[in-house]
């Protein structure tokens, strides 16, 4: 285990400055957390209104996925991210003093597409900064960050909540000058260059989109990870319902999946990664998508707090074994003209699976009950291996960078 957490210590300094800022930024993420309980606690919205203030954050998250990638390849990934920092800070400031509805909601989706336009950037940062034969590392390292920085800002943010639910804001965008910090101070001592594409292959919005999800590599691989996601995705939707309402847990006990989900990423994922390194992409991410099944599937056996937990471990293993693999092999087939239009497919997929993983998780329980959600969480675990061992001759072989977009470009 030592050995592999030594060769994460060995990644360029790029791709470390990228986690620490990633760090800063994810501990002060507060504001979506408590979207919904600032808008019905403080702004006196209904509980539906105020919920829908989350997909309204996810439509703006839909959008900026589609725009953000290219802008990436286009003018820089380095500078979209700065931007989409210090844009999200102001618009935090900005969104504290709004109390009417309609105009909060607008505020809610611009705030979304300025700050998820950040996501496709970080990425196709990574990808370009990791080594080519330690992506999943890079990858892993990055979702490192994120994940201990979400054990931090939400937990801080239930307190300044109870105080003064302003601070939520002001807090959060403290977070995202100091990510942007970190990166304008790496790039004023050059660790971030701005690599020119010669105009010649500089890619139309239209034509980068097109390349992108016409790849039939790239469309198998987020089709086949689409089915353990939105099994995944379950535990921020129909989990906490099934908790309470059919198992009798209490909310801490649903709490506990959070602690246990990020403790295990924060001290396996780096070894599992490292271990899996010499293994076929597709193989070890079929393994994760059986493992996401088999973890929810035996959600409804669970009878008391350690066995819920047993299954959280189980599913847990498989995000590991599955989401590193998935964006390296993203990265893997991506050119230069459109590593950040790939990553922002990418994205997306996360961004729908959002909003129709509810949809999904809720029609098997309420319309036939635990059994039924277990069981369809199971078979899509099956589906999704099925498809990636069944696509891994013809999709999952990539050696190096996809050739769509024509050869790659001399960049200077």
């Not at 725009?67 to 286009?74: H, N, P, V």
């Not at 790039?187 to 292959?201: I, M």
Request: hydrophobic share 55%; aromatic share 12%.
């Amino acid at each position: 285990m030592l050995a592999a957490y030594r060769e994460i210590l060995g990644l360029p300094r790029p791709v470390w400055i990228l986690f620490w800022s990633g760090l800063i930024n994810r501990a002060g993420n507060m504001v979506l957390p408590f979207l919904a309980l600032y808008a019905n606690k403080v702004l006196g919205l209904s509980a539906a209104d105020s919920t829908s203030l989350v997909a309204v954050w996810g439509v703006g998250s839909l959008f900026a996925s589609l725009f953000s990638g290219w802008l990436a390849d286009r003018v820089g990934a380095a500078r979209v991210l700065t931007a989409s920092l210090i844009g999200s800070a102001a618009l935090m400031v900005v969104i504290s003093f709004v109390s009417q509805p309609v105009l909060f909601a607008f505020v809610v989706f611009v705030l979304a597409v300025v700050t998820d336009s950040f996501r496709p950037a970080l990425l196709s940062l990574a990808s370009e900064y990791g080594p080519r034969d330690k992506q999943r590392q890079t990858f892993a390292l990055v979702r490192l960050s994120f994940n201990l920085g979400m054990g931090l800002g939400p937990a801080i943010g239930g307190v300044l909540f109870l105080y003064w639910p302003q601070l939520l804001f002001w807090s959060n965008a403290c977070a995202l000058l100091g990510a942007a910090a970190v990166l304008v101070w790496a790039a004023g001592r050059g660790h971030f260059p701005h690599k020119k594409l010669e105009p010649q292959h500089r890619l139309s919005l239209f034509r980068s989109l097109r390349i992108a999800y016409t790849d039939s590599r790239l469309v198998w691989v987020l089709l086949a990870i689409e089915f353990p996601l939105m099994v995944l995705f379950q535990h921020e939707s129909t989990m906490p319902l099934i908790l309470i309402q059919d198992l009798k847990m209490t909310e801490a006990e649903y709490g506990m999946v959070f602690t246990v989900n990020t403790m295990l990423i924060v001290f396996l994922e780096i070894w599992l990664v490292s271990k899996t390194a010499r293994y076929s992409a597709a193989r070890v991410m079929a393994l994760g998508s059986i493992f996401t099944g088999i973890g929810f599937g035996l959600l409804g056996l669970a009878t008391n707090n350690l066995q819920l937990q047993l299954t959280t471990a189980i599913w847990t293993l498989g995000e590991m074994l599955t989401f590193p693999m998935a964006v390296s092999y993203v990265s893997e087939i991506s050119s230069p003209q459109t590593r950040g239009s790939y990553m922002a497919a990418y994205g997306l997929l996360f961004g729908l699976t959002l909003i129709t993983a509810p949809l999904f998780g809720t029609f098997f329980w309420q319309g036939s009950g635990l059994t039924a959600f277990c069981v369809a969480c199971g078979v899509m675990g099956l589906l999704g291996a099925g498809m990636m061992l069944g696509g891994e001759r013809r999709f999952m072989s990539a050696r190096g960078r996809s050739s769509a977009a024509g050869p790659v470009p001399d960049i200077h």
